[in-house]
């Protein structure tokens, strides 16, 4: 049998954490390995623990869920983990630095239990967890504040159509929204984002749409 993806969730509000808990050790998949309280306390026990993937709340105390994600997932990172940021807003101010910091996506608080299940199970595949439009809101909200990278898009090392697909993926489309663009297969759509991916050092779709917007790729 596959091992249970191991979970840790940190939340400072004590009913929004054990309600989390509950629901997830009800799983036979999924198992709790710690809760807690502050993204330092976060850090601490995912270095103990080894937690598959952190469900990380982005406002607390001591150390809040920004700085707690990019020391758990962010660059340069030794053995990063994944983890899924909750917010309370759809667009919240943070979430995109959050992204930023190396989450693998977010949800929201009030998401029914079903879409917290998915986002674990989905971040835990090494998936990105931003539907195509809230790709485009959030990026898009928040474009104007990304401050570019000083490499041009010559300076990537992709290939023309790779590069074309980046594009694509920053603008929010789903594998088969690029496949019917570029009337190719989504087998081969798949092929050109693990190649971006692997060229590139990232992680997923997410840090993809971040690199784009930090390179001017799109504006």
Avoid: W
Avoid at 24 to 53: F, M, N, S, T, Y
């Amino acid at each position: 049998m596959t091992a249970p993806v191991r979970v840790l969730v940190c939340d400072d509000q004590a009913l929004i954490r054990t309600g989390f808990a509950t629901i997830i050790d009800a799983q036979p998949d999924l198992e709790i390995v710690g809760e807690c309280g502050d993204g330092r306390a976060a850090v601490d026990l995912a270095g103990r623990l080894h937690p598959d993937v952190v469900v990380m709340d982005v406002r607390m105390p001591v150390l809040d869920g920004i700085e707690a994600t990019r020391l758990l997932a962010g660059v340069g990172v030794a053995h990063p983990v994944k983890v899924l940021v909750v917010t309370t807003f759809n667009l919240d101010q943070y979430v995109y630095e959050a992204l930023r910091a190396g989450a693998s996506g977010f949800l929201l608080k009030d998401a029914p239990p079903a879409q917290l299940l998915h986002g674990i199970r989905t971040v835990a595949a090494g998936a990105a967890l931003l539907a195509p439009e809230v790709t485009r809101q959030l990026v898009g909200r928040y474009a104007a504040r990304i401050r570019p990278a000083e490499d041009t898009p010559d300076d990537v090392g992709l290939t023309p159509r790779e590069l074309e697909v980046l594009r694509l993926i920053a603008d929010g489309l789903s594998n088969s929204e690029i496949a019917a663009t570029l009337v190719i297969s989504q087998e081969t759509v798949k092929t050109y984002v693990s190649r971006i991916l692997a060229k590139l050092g990232l992680r997923d779709r997410v840090q993809a749409v971040v690199y784009a917007y930090r390179r001017g790729l799109v504006t």
